[in-house]
């Protein structure tokens, strides 16, 4: 069956550090989003891309935050200059009718 | 605005029922979904139900969708010691298919 991968699994960083995340969404899908999840909370949409540009974003996704398609098959997502506030898992997801998620990257900010 | 709410807690029994609500805000939603989460772990597409639908049976899991009163459950027949997790219903929202979630309800099942 096909699914959505992530790497890594795990990251740390140190503040101010920039990461970058990575994702292969399913190959045939067209819509990719990132979401976050801050450990305890819900989870929360950061952007969708279609067509190789942002198609919505949300006021979480702000000018340190980027997101890629570099070939044709990732899409990453940028962090610029981390706080420790970003500590989080990072999921990735792609849809065409059902919208499927990637495992996760736990992202620890130090 | 957009928000899905959901009960925090549940607590069964293994081998019985478990019902999992939650209630939605964004009408024009065209799919409902239901993930599953255990610790540490990433999201499981459990099921979907499409707005058009009132009820959608999988195995051990039931849907129902309550349109009128933008209200969505989950039943879980037969409930394992496997089904522990937390379980987050979420509606697609806004023009590219977002998924808002709700804010997950944890199912502790007891031997």
């Known amino acids: 069956e096909p699914e959505v991968t992530q790497t890594p699994s795990h990251q740390v960083t140190q503040m101010g550090q920039e990461v970058i995340l990575r994702c292969v969404p399913i190959?045939?899908?067209?819509?990719f989003y990132w979401y976050r999840q801050i450990l305890g909370q819900k989870v929360e949409f950061l952007v969708s891309?279609?067509?190789?540009?942002?198609?919505?974003k949300s006021e979480i996704f702000d000018d340190q935050f980027s997101v890629e398609r570099p070939d044709g098959s990732n899409f990453t997502l940028k962090i610029r200059s981390t706080k420790l506030e970003d500590s989080a898992m990072y999921f990735c997801?792609?849809?065409?009718?059902?919208?499927?998620f990637g495992p996760g990257t736990r992202l620890t900010v130090t | 605005g957009e928000d899905v709410e959901q009960s925090l807690f549940l607590s069964v029994r293994e081998g019985d029922s478990s019902v999992i609500n939650c209630t939605y805000t964004?009408?024009?939603?065209?799919?409902l979904y239901w993930y599953k989460q255990e610790p540490g772990a990433g999201l499981q597409l459990l099921t979907y139900?499409?707005?058009?639908?009132d009820m959608k049976q999988d195995q051990r899991l039931t849907v129902l969708l309550n349109k009128k009163d933008k209200h969505l459950s989950l039943r879980i027949a037969d409930t394992q010691t496997g089904d522990s997790a937390i379980y987050f219903c979420?509606?697609?929202?806004?023009?590219?298919?977002?998924?808002?979630f709700g804010t997950g309800t944890l199912l502790a099942v007891q031997p």
């Open positions: 139900i499409f707005s058009n639908m």
């Open positions: 891309f279609y067509n190789n540009e942002i198609s919505e």
């Open positions: 979420a509606e697609e929202g806004g023009a590219t298919n977002k998924l808002i």
């Open positions: 190959s045939n899908h067209l819509y």
């Open positions: 997801a792609s849809n065409e009718g059902e919208q499927y």
């Open positions: 964004d009408s024009s939603s065209t799919y």
